[in-house]
């Protein structure tokens, strides 16, 4: 049974850091992209940012140079170190993870986490 769950979410003013992070757990053999997705109010789920196997790493262009990702193999856990946050990155994350080969494509996802809120205010 596959679990993700995600903490480390919160309210911070702008310009602050927030890591958030995702606990996996029965993911099978063949998982090759783990991500972070978010949705705001209104809005269709985005990538943020994804991780492959191999460690190769891809950043939405509104959160590049501000957001990381990394990941914890021994602990199968996955991060997301949030900093320089903005008011526009209010949003539910959702940790995410599956076997397609493309990253940066929703669909390569097949499992997901609860989500967890993130707000930032001006």
């Known amino acids: 049974q596959v679990q993700l769950v995600e903490s480390g979410g919160g309210s911070v003013q702008a310009g602050g850091s927030l890591r958030l992070s995702c606990a996996a757990s029965?993911?099978?053999?063949?998982?090759?992209?783990m991500g972070w997705f978010r949705q705001a109010p209104g809005n269709q789920r985005e990538r943020v940012s994804s991780i492959n196997t191999v460690g190769s790493t891809k950043y939405a262009d509104s959160v590049k140079g501000r957001f990381t990702i990394s990941k914890d193999n021994v602990k199968n856990t996955l991060y997301l170190q949030m900093d320089s946050l903005k008011p526009e990155d209010t949003a539910m994350y959702y940790c995410?993870?599956?076997?397609?080969?493309?990253?940066?494509?929703?669909?390569?996802?097949?499992?997901w986490g609860q989500g967890i809120q993130v707000t930032v205010s001006s």
């Open positions: 029965g993911l099978p053999h063949n998982t090759y992209c």
């Open positions: 995410a993870a599956g076997s397609g080969f493309t990253c940066s494509l929703l669909v390569s996802y097949t499992y």
